[in-house]
């Protein structure tokens, strides 16, 4: 059974940082890139980062958190971060763990060709 398992969010107060994990199990990720994806109430979910392993490691951030989040992972069977510094309110939303296909994922960069999801986890800043 595959199992995409984010952790590490919560209320915190503008300017303060957090770290999202998430645990990727029951699949063989190897070809898979990673991804973060977040959705604030009454919009559309929205790609923060992917990262992917090949020779070398790739990542992409989106240009709304440019600057202020990472993504991170040693390889496909370790875990996956993001780390948000910086927040802002504007970065409230349930945030979402996600794996597909690495070619497809590097190229078209949109949920639709992501395969599995996490259940996501609630980050909320206050100003």
């Known amino acids: 059974q595959v199992q995409l398992v984010e952790s590490g969010g919560g209320l915190v107060q503008a300017g303060d940082s957090l770290r999202l994990a998430c645990v990727a199990s029951g699949h063989a990720f190897n070809n898979y890139a990673m991804a973060w994806f977040r959705q604030a109430p009454g919009k559309n979910r929205e790609l923060v980062a992917i990262?992917?392993?090949?020779?070398?490691?790739?990542?992409y951030i989106a240009d709304s958190v440019k600057g202020r989040f990472t993504i991170s992972g040693d390889n496909y069977k370790s875990p996956v971060y993001l780390q948000m510094n910086s927040l802002k309110p504007d970065d409230t939303a349930v945030y979402y763990c996600?794996?597909?296909?690495?070619?497809?994922?590097?190229?078209?960069?949109?949920?639709?060709?992501?395969?599995?999801w996490g259940q996501g986890t609630q980050v909320t800043v206050s100003s």
């Open positions: 990262i992917r392993w090949t020779t070398s490691r790739s990542t």
């Open positions: 996600a794996a597909g296909p690495m070619g497809a994922v590097w190229q078209i960069r949109e949920e639709r060709v992501f395969d599995f």
